[in-house]
């Protein structure tokens, strides 16, 4: 039987590795934040500084995003998606709207983390209504961390 985290009984994944999952887990989610907060510290940061900084944090971006990959893990963020109460993220406001329809991800604090295509750990979104909103786009993170749920398109 497996496990909602997609590990067996015994804590391994379906492939028979052990599953050092919570702490990986842990790690993955919060490089994910840490590099978030980079990026949007780099598009403040002196004028003749900007790209430098912002190449740093996208290179290591991609370095890790590399490294998850071959373990089987995808960081998936919901930035700017319509929401759904099948998203594998949970709102963290839903109490701020009476209905779910018109909503969109305004911010993925926590991004859903995948194993083969298969859900590990939910997200963490906060929601708005939709419509136009501008966004910095300094403030966008790299695309190496911009995956989305397999099934869906940017």
Do not use: C
């Amino acid at each position: 039987m497996t496990r909602q985290d997609g590990t067996g009984p015994d804590g391994t994944w379906p492939d028979g590795t052990a599953a050092a999952q919570p702490a990986l887990l842990l790690l993955a989610t919060e490089w994910w934040k840490s590099t978030r907060r980079l990026l949007r510290l780099a598009a403040e940061a002196a004028p003749d500084r900007v790209e430098r900084e912002r190449a740093q944090a996208t290179y290591a971006a991609r370095r890790i995003t590399a490294a998850l990959a071959g373990l089987g893990l995808r960081l998936a963020d919901h930035d700017g998606q319509p929401y759904s109460p099948a998203m594998p993220a949970e709102p963290v406001n839903p109490e701020d709207f009476d209905t779910e329809e018109g909503l969109v991800v305004a911010e993925t604090i926590e991004p859903t983390v995948l194993r083969d295509g298969r859900i590990v750990q939910r997200g963490k979104v906060v929601l708005r209504r939709a419509g136009p909103v501008r966004q910095a786009a300094d403030s966008a993170p790299p695309r190496a961390m911009r995956t989305m749920p397999p099934g869906t398109t940017e």
